[in-house]
Each structure stands twice: as structure tokens, then as C-alpha cells.
């Protein structure tokens, strides 16, 4: 089972070429934190832009930068079959512990629960290693249904789901649909308390590259039963969740992510950074976070050892 | 404060006419329950097909088939600011204790949210009775934002909102920003569960009009802190809420009610009553309902007393 | 048939009331014109806000300021079967001779091609003057197709139908499927041209409020061969068509007809009027179109008898 | 200029294996109309499931195939900038004449005018061949406002747009901005009378493929003013363009080609091929366009010098 926060990480790149040295630092520093592990060439990760021999590398790098017990999740979703296929088994080679395969964006139309589902059997019929599923309709165009869901969880090699569909009841439809050692985790930071409760068991969520002790301690909050706690810290984070999310995208992460002591980078083109005033927001929603929490957050992701603030409680 | 489950009645038709007799019959039937009150004229009340003199009509019955200490919430919006208006005073007038007021669902390119303030303002100002706002933007177009919604809720006469767009974050969102006071009810079934412990404080759910005691039921183990009764119920309603809204609509729930033992009549032309086949299906779901939870649902909504199956412990 | 251009008139109000004394007169006024009739009570005459007892009186008033020989259609339809049939007996009664009459906009997931089938061939059965089928889905939600369109126009009293898609192709797929004697009619003033030559023989488009000259115009050239006039006089109303429609709605084009000589009055709660900006560049657009055409256009729709420009030659 | 009728190719696929002697032949086969050059590489092309490498030999194939005389478009677009840049070189390299550059089709809410407007500038300046622009919102999430599209207009290198908006007044929008030697050509077969007559100079359609013949008729029928006969056969073709485009897609395209005599191959994975039922309605309907031509069609196009059958006078 995937249990805990996983930050999808961007990619790191200097005047457009990946940078190796940030990517490598990061994810260090990120694995000093509770976090069970990370997810490289998400969407956040830029993998839209990111080219296949680049994909490899960040793979490698990440694996290296990782204390072994961790999980390393890699996407591999591609568009045609086969090219996902390949993806898969480099991803599996270059040390990713899982591949996660979005749906094919293209031709969306023609992406029928049963052109999804023999697309899915194919890939994880051959990839090394074990394959979750990722819904996010608003991003990818074609939706995978719960029954999709609950088809392709008895796959041996298909072991859980990525759901950034924001919808708790569809959450709720797929966890009654499938076996109890099929892992679901949401990409919806903003339903990170919800989800839980409903019997998700993690969380790939944006803002953990941010403030991943927060996320942590969130996460910790409803495994252990504090829901005020929990409840309290779910919606601090919401309006930061949202920001390096739906409002700013992988710009606003990345912008974010240097607020908090990474070196975030810029996003390469046709992306564009963020404005200064974008930036100026941020700030503000970290301090605010800050003084919410008693945490020093604008540097590496908060004091890990420091109290809950009472705020919190 | 709004709390516990409320059904969005239908409207009774015998050929293509009010009736009276059902509508006091179902009330008084549904008011033998824990229900807190109910809710006419909305859109499971086909409030788009009703004349404004049988809309008094219906208010004026379902009060005096009412105990006096349950609440009784009248859908009350139009169009026009005036009609809405004349509606809130017509719906006091007639026994209504809230006047639920949805937003203009025409010229809605130009409902922003500035106009939708001035709207919900001007008419909470003149409403003899308290306003609730209601969200459904997948339905109404407009979309109230959280920020409205806070807005509005300074209002002396604004005390509540029904918040029908399926989304907990959102939600959560809007719990962030409004004060303790301010009663928010979700209308989509299958989030009860995650609402509630979200801080909502009830629903208004077609599915209560068809199992009134295992709604009931499943805000009271959530209200006590049965998480795990709650959720195994939640996740049991979830098929036949899905049913009585999204997939069949007031048709689909008139058939429900008829076969729980109530008489749900038929909807008004244009809609179209459901196939035998739907009927089939729903009678297969209510069945599953009771055998999941030991009680009998198909006569009248369900044995009030009867203890919850060992299926949801 | 019907052939030509109608304006869809707005309804005037004063201090919220309908202003029967402008509406007399901008009916009188516009139909000093070579335009075919106009259409009372539509999207433009804000029907969704006027009330019955109104719609009756705009009907009557508008009867009495036209000539006996031009044509007066009025918007009839309702979200219910019955109130669509109430609505166009009470236009029949009042001097309308055709019906428009829209889809229901209310359960739009439940308007099947079927139901939609079964609603106007109700409402056609009873109508006293001939009904004119509605396509607007942007507007309306629900859609009518080709073939629906094409079944339900072999209904003795369904002679024609306004579309407003926006889609040639959809425009001509109707065209190849329905009689010769039945009237299809654009919604759309920018693709007047494209769908003239389609096969459309006129339009109600909302310009024709206030350059019904120009609009006659375009129709004349079109249906007289002279293309590269009509061409040219086609792009160069496509600006203010769409600022009085896409754009500002109702209160744009109510805006724009105040400018050219009218008394557009001003739209009903909720509607905001437009903008000192907006109305700024309304009145830039006219002055183009005057320079244009040679025309003069801000005082009542510009000089019948005018010559066209060197600009459009 | 381009001028004109342009097939987009479809890749043919054997065992999952770009077919290079199928291509050749198809190429051939289709240069032996009056068609003004062909697009490789577009979304017919299946241009999201081939690989850069197999995308540099389709290219060359298809110049070799070619008269020198004839244009040879290749889609070059891909979501990163550089790729696309790469793309655009790669093409120029093996022999295509113009670069068609969709616009990126991730991360779609960051691309604003100003984004795209960027990217598209970024893209020309580097290009060894010409560039066309494509905007197609409903497939590729982005549009190209018609203010965006005269901005870049103004870019030497950039001399075109493909429009497959399928709205003819966003298309004469364009047209009324952009200077006269800038070509506008359509991506919707069933409106290219209306298009042509709006002042555009040709179509990329994927009817073309199948019966290019009665695609270039058409063209020279609007060239030629022959309006009646161009106006029956744009509706005649109508319902088999619609088949191979928003129906069924690229599968019904190649399944389409093959009935009409040419080796359409099937879909690469995850597409899947159409139906038998799906192959019989493309059928009847090549059936009855040789009933309404008296052409031919099920043998490589048609008969080229075959007369127009008296349905189209």
C-alpha cells in the first residue's frame, strides 16, 4: 500500500536545460521530512516539455538523491500505447518504484471506458513495475468511470489510483468499488482531510513541495484521530494549495518553492514565470501560514520538530 | 442555525394538476421521522414548471400538514429581482419559515458576482423570512463564489447557504469564510459524510424523500462520532442518491418515493416519467438497502426504530 | 415564408415598468424601414424577466404601432408544456401572427431529441398561429438536432425555425433536411451573409434594433448578387453585432439603440446597464459605420435613402 | 498564397510499423488530382501517436511521392517551445514547404493571447520554412483570438492560418484583420462554400482524402461562381465529412479511404478501428454521393474528368 504525502516535484532547469544539481539538492532536502517518498515527471513536473532522454535522467538523479526505503513514482503516461510502454519500462529501469500513467490527451473523444481499459492492460500487462492509474478529467480530457477503476484494480500490476478529480463522491464511489490493498490517493490538497476520513491513504499534492512538514502533519493529524487539529490545518493550507495549483500552475509552485529556501526555477517555455505581484501573494500566504502555525516555513519547509501552534488546536 | 436532514420535496401531479391530498399525506407521512423540517418548490419540487398560485398553494399545505417545530423551507427564486421578491413575501405569507432563493438562471454571462450581490442584497432586504442562498452552478449557471458568499452572509436576513456543487474543497472554503452562525447545508447526498465532518450542519437531499430514516441516520453517527458506521452507510446510499438525481432526476425520484411506499406521482410535461426498466433498477437498489441494513424500506421509508444491520457496524 | 430581417426588440422599461408609450414609438420608427416585421418578447426583449400580464400588453402595443402587412413574432416559450401552449394562445389573442417559442431551459439533461419531439408537437396541436422552432444551445442548454428539427417540420403549424448556433455547417445540414417552404432564420447577424447564400431567407438578429438600414441592406445586397458589397458591409457590422450581443447583451444593445436615436431604456433587475466605457465604445462603433457607409446612423437607423459608401463598392 | 484543397494524411500503420510503401502509393495516388499539395503530420495524421523519428521519414516519403510543383504542409506543433522549434527545423530539413504549428495543448489556462502570441513568435523566427498557424479550440484546449492571429500575421515568417473553429464568423473576423496575402484556409469540409464565398482560399479537410475529386469540384464550382452546383454538393458531402472528422475520427477516415480504393491502414494504439456497422454506414454513404455525381467514387477518388451529375445542377 502507498500510504503518506508525496510531492510531485517540478523540474528543475537553468536557462532551459535540465539542472541536476537543483534536482538532486531538492529532493535531498525534501526526503529529510516525513514524506513517503516523491513523484517525478508529473504534471507538475513539466512532463508535457520535458523530453524522453531529459525524463531518464531526472529519474536516475532522484533515485540517487533518495534514501532507499522511500518510494520513487515516475510519470509515464503517454499518448500511443506503445509509447507509454516504453516509458514504463525505462522508468522502471532507470529506478522508479511505480509508474503512474495518466490517460492519453489526445483524441479524448475516441477514449472510451473500453479503449481505456485494454490501454491500461496493455501497458501494465509488460511494465516492470507496478502501474497506478490517474484520473483528473479537467486536465486530460477523457475520465476514467469507477467501474474503468474497478476493472483495472484486478490487474495484478495495476496496485492504485491518483484521483485529482476533486470530486468526493466519485472518491467515495471508486474506494466502495475496489479491493482493500488498492491504494487510492487524491492530488487534491484542498480534500486531503475529506479523502482520508473516506478511507484514501495519501496524498500527491503540489503544496508539499512547499510546506512538506505541514502536509505531514496533516496527514498524521487524521491517521491518529485529532480532527480539529486536522480540520483547523486543512484549511489553512487551502488558499496556498490553490495558488500553486489551479490559480498559478507549476509557475506559481515553483515561485513558491523559492519563497520557501528551494531553489524552485522557472518553468521553461512557452510557460511563463510569474509576475512580481503573483510572488508578493505568495509571501503573504506563507507568513500567514507562518503565524498560523508557529512554524518558520520560508525556509525549507518549516522547523520539523516545532509544535503545532495553538491556532491548530 | 439550519442542522439535520431536510427532503427537497417533489410536487405531486395528478393529471398535470396539484394535488392536494397526496402532497398533505407525504408530508405528514415524512414528518413522522427525525427529519427537521423540509424543503418545497425546489428543484426536485419542479419549481421551473410551477405556477406562482399553485406555488402558495403548496407552502400553504405542506405548513399545515407540518408539526409546528419543524422548519419549512420554500424555493423562492426567479429571474427578476422584482418576481424574486414577490415570491419571499408570498412564501412568508403562506407559512414558509426560509425562503431558499437560487440565482438568476438566464442572461447568465452576465450574473457576475457583483450582480448577483445586488440581486441576493435587494431581495434579503424586503423578505419578510430569512434567505438561504443556494449553489449549483452545474445546474444554474452562476456560481456564487466564496467570496460572495461571505459577503452576503454579513446580511442580517442572509442566514444560510445550500451548497449543491459537489465539491469539499469549495466547501471547505466557504465554511473558512463564514461566520459560526451562518447554517451551510450541502445538496449533494453522497458528500454528507465528508460535509459533516468538514462543519456543515445538515443537507437538503432528494434521497431523504425516499429513505428519510437512513439519512437520518447517517447524520447522527456522524453527529455522535461512529465514523465507521457512518461511512459504510454513506457509501451504501451513494447508488440510489446517484439515481434520484444525476442520473434519473425528478422523474427517478418520484419513482423512488412511489416504491418506498410513498406516492411520488408523475413529473409535469415536458419530463418524461422513467422507464420500467430505471423503475427496476431502482426497486433493485432499495432491496440492496435493505438487505444492507436489515430494515424495511419499501413501506413508507423505512421501520424508524429498527437497529442498523450488522452490515454497517 | 418568412423573408428578410426582423429586429428582436427590446422590452422598454421606466423606473422597473414596462414604457408602453417607447414602445409604441420605437415600433412605429423602425417600421418606417424596408424590415419584415419584429419579434416581441425574445432572449433580447428580456422575456426571462418580464411577467406575464406584461408580455400580453407588449404584444398588443407592438400590434397596434405596425403596419397591417409586417409580421409580429412573439417569444412563447416556457419551461412547461402548459404554460408554452397559455403562451401562445395569449400571443395568438393579443395579434402575434407567429410563436416563437424556445426550448424549456430548466431538467436541460432530460430534454432528449424525444422529449423535446413530444413538447413542440403538444404546443404546435394547439397553437392558433404557427410556431417557429428555437436552436440556441449555448443559451438554452438543451439542443435541437437536425433530425428533430427535420421530423418536427413536417408539423402542419411548425413552419420555420430561428437558429442561433452559430454553426454553418449545422445550418446547412438543416437546410438539406427540411422542406423549401420551411423558414429558416439566422440568430447570428456576423454569418448573415454566409447563411443567406446557404439558403436562409433572412434573420432576427439584434443590430437590426439599431442599424436596421444597414441590416435591409445586407439583405438586399446578398439576394440581389451584388457579393462583394454584401461582403464587405458583412465585416463591417460584425464589431457593433457582437458587442450588442456576445458581448453587453441586452444592456448593450439597449445602450447602442439610446445612441442611434432610440430610447433603448435601460435592462430590468438583476441586469446592470453598461459601463460609461462601454457605452464610449458603442458610440465608436457607430461613428466607424457612419464613416463607413457614408451614412448617417446615430438618428433612428441612418438615412433610408442613403447610398452606400464608397467603402462597401 | 495557398490555394485550394490540401488532404491531411493519414499515417498508414502496419502491425503497429510505419507502412512506408502504403504511404508512397497513397501519395502518389492523391497527386494525381488537381488537390494542391497534401499535410502530413496533422491531427489526422495521428500526429500525437508518431514518433519524431517515424514524423521525419513520413516527410521525406511524402516529397518524394510529390510533382515538385505541389506544397507539402507538415504539422510541427508540440507542447514545448523548443520541441516545436526542433520540429520546425527537422521538417524544413526533409522537404516540407510549411510548418503547421498547433498551439500547445498542456497546460492550456496558462495559454493566454500573450503566452501563445510568445511561443508562435519564438517558433517563426527560427523556422526554415513558413509557418502556419492552426487553431482548432474545441480539440487543442487553446484559442487563437482573431486579435492574435492578425498580431502575428504581421510576422514574415508567418503566412497563414489553418481555422477548424467551425465558425464562420470568427473566420471573417479574421479575415477582415489580416492583410491580403495572408491565407486563411478552413479545417471543416461542410463549410467550405461558406467559407470560400467569406473570402478564405482554400481547406485542409479530411474528406479530401477519400474523395478529392469532388473536394477540388467544389473549390473550382465557388472559384468559378457556379453557386447552385457548388451549394449541392457542399451539402451532398456534408454528412461523409462529418462521418470522418467529429464522428468517427481518424479510424473512420482510414476505414473510408479504404472503401474508396486507396490502403487507409487501421489506427494506431490506443485508437481503435470502427465497428463493422460504422464501415457499412461510410459505405452507403459513398454509395450515395456516387448516386448523387454519377462519379465513381469507390476507386481512387472518382473519375477525374467525369461531369457533375444533374443532382448537383
Request: charge should be negative.
Amino acid at each position: 500500500m502507498l500510504r503518506g504525502v508525496f510531492p510531485p516535484l517540478p523540474t528543475p532547469f537553468t536557462e532551459d536545460a535540465l539542472d541536476e544539481g537543483i534536482l538532486r539538492d531538492t529532493v535531498a532536502s525534501l526526503m529529510q521530512t516525513r514524506l513517503s517518498g516523491l513523484l517525478v515527471l508529473g504534471t507538475n513536473g513539466e512532463s508535457f516539455l520535458v523530453e524522453p532522454a531529459e525524463a531518464d535522467r531526472v529519474v536516475r538523479v532522484a533515485r540517487d538523491a533518495m534514501p532507499a526505503g522511500r518510494l520513487l513514482l515516475a510519470g509515464a503516461g503517454c499518448d500511443s500505447t506503445r509509447a507509454t510502454i516504453d516509458a514504463c519500462q525505462r522508468a522502471g529501469d532507470h529506478g522508479a518504484t511505480h509508474a503512474l500513467v495518466r490517460p492519453p490527451t489526445s483524441y479524448t473523444r475516441f477514449m472510451t471506458q473500453d479503449v481505456l481499459m485494454a490501454h491500461y492492460e496493455r501497458v501494465a500487462d509488460t511494465s516492470p513495475i507496478p502501474v497506478l492509474l490517474y484520473n483528473q478529467p479537467a486536465v486530460f480530457g477523457a475520465e476514467l468511470a469507477a467501474a474503468t477503476v474497478a476493472g483495472l484494480a484486478r490487474h495484478d500490476n495495476i496496485v492504485g489510483l491518483k484521483d485529482s478529480s476533486g470530486n468526493i463522491a466519485h472518491v467515495n464511489e471508486v474506494l466502495a468499488r475496489v479491493p482493500d490493498d488498492f491504494s487510492v490517493l487524491t492530488g487534491v490538497a484542498a480534500m486531503m482531510y475529506a479523502a482520508l476520513l473516506s478511507g484514501t491513504t495519501g496524498s500527491i499534492i503540489a503544496i508539499s513541495n512547499v510546506v512538506p512538514n505541514l502536509c505531514v502533519e496533516l496527514y498524521e493529524f487524521v491517521m491518529t484521530g485529532q480532527l480539529h487539529k486536522a480540520l483547523a490545518l486543512q484549511r489553512a493550507i487551502a488558499p496556498l494549495a490553490k495558488a500553486v495549483t489551479t490559480q498559478h500552475g507549476v509557475a506559481g509552485l515553483k515561485a513558491a518553492m523559492t519563497l520557501a529556501g528551494y531553489d524552485g526555477t522557472t518553468p521553461r517555455l512557452p510557460l511563463a514565470p510569474v509576475s512580481p505581484e503573483v510572488e508578493e501573494d505568495l509571501r503573504g500566504m506563507l507568513k500567514h501560514l507562518e503565524l498560523f502555525t508557529g512554524w518558520t516555513l520560508m525556509n525549507r519547509g518549516g522547523r520539523p520538530d516545532g509544535p503545532v501552534a495553538e491556532g491548530m488546536s
